[in-house]
């Protein structure tokens, strides 16, 4: 496997797979997805659920020789670790969005958008594993809401390739993949986008995330060591 993909929902997960199949020029194949509640998508079979109840998710990789796996929410269990250490040629795909905005678009689809304390959770645990395949020097972290933050030259000299001819492109239009709206169509939900919580409540809920907020950022600067984060 070449390629973790290991954003948390409602963070830019598909637009990571977008970028990266930008930068390389195109997307190994074969490809599986795998959402938050461990169930695969596109009808794999054996499913993923199958190999986590037998107790081998690997099995999972190598039964279907994949070369590119989607992990939504990576710190939820142990299935990411397991990964990572099982197939050490993986980078991991990891992005950053506030936690704000995946909050309000979690709560803005019903039929199974997450409670903000589970956002939040999630939030901080995938940012464990993230920093994890930091210090392994296997992160590629992907800033949803910033592009100036993305050096692509980094990542395709961690990946090993050159830019593709069809990075400038993608670059120019930073493209919105997955939105709110399509979100909702894609769920068949066609309640209003009514739910909305701001920064400063969100701060005085959790507290704690300024602290892990400046470490999802420092995650995103190739020049701090990851024990030197402060």
């Not at 400063?200 to 602290?211: L, M, T």
């Amino acid at each position: 496997m070449k390629y973790l993909f290991a954003a948390g929902s409602r963070s830019g997960s598909e637009f990571s797979i977008r970028l990266i199949e930008a930068l390389v020029g195109k997307m190994p194949d074969p490809f599986a997805r795998v959402h938050s509640a461990r169930e695969s998508q596109g009808g794999v079979t054996p499913a993923y659920e199958h190999f986590k109840q037998q107790g081998d998710i690997t099995d999972f990789v190598t039964t279907h020789r994949l070369q590119a796996l989607k992990l939504e929410d990576p710190g939820v269990d142990a299935d990411a670790y397991r990964l990572f250490d099982s197939f050490p040629d993986a980078i991991v795909i990891g992005t950053w969005r506030p936690l704000e905005k995946i909050i309000n678009s979690h709560g803005n689809i019903k039929p199974w958008g997450m409670s903000p304390a589970r956002v939040a959770q999630n939030w901080a645990t995938n940012l464990a594993f993230f920093e994890h395949a930091k210090k392994a020097g296997r992160l590629i972290m992907i800033p949803l809401e910033d592009k100036s933050l993305f050096d692509a030259g980094t990542a395709a000299q961690l990946l090993g390739v050159e830019l593709s001819d069809s990075w400038q492109e993608f670059w120019q239009s930073w493209p919105v993949v997955n939105d709110l709206v399509a979100q909702k169509q894609i769920s068949n939900d066609a309640t209003p986008a009514c739910f909305f919580m701001s920064r400063s409540e969100v701060e005085a809920q959790f507290p704690e995330i300024k602290d892990l907020e400046r470490r999802y950022l420092n995650l995103l600067d190739d020049t701090i060591p990851l024990g030197e984060q402060g």
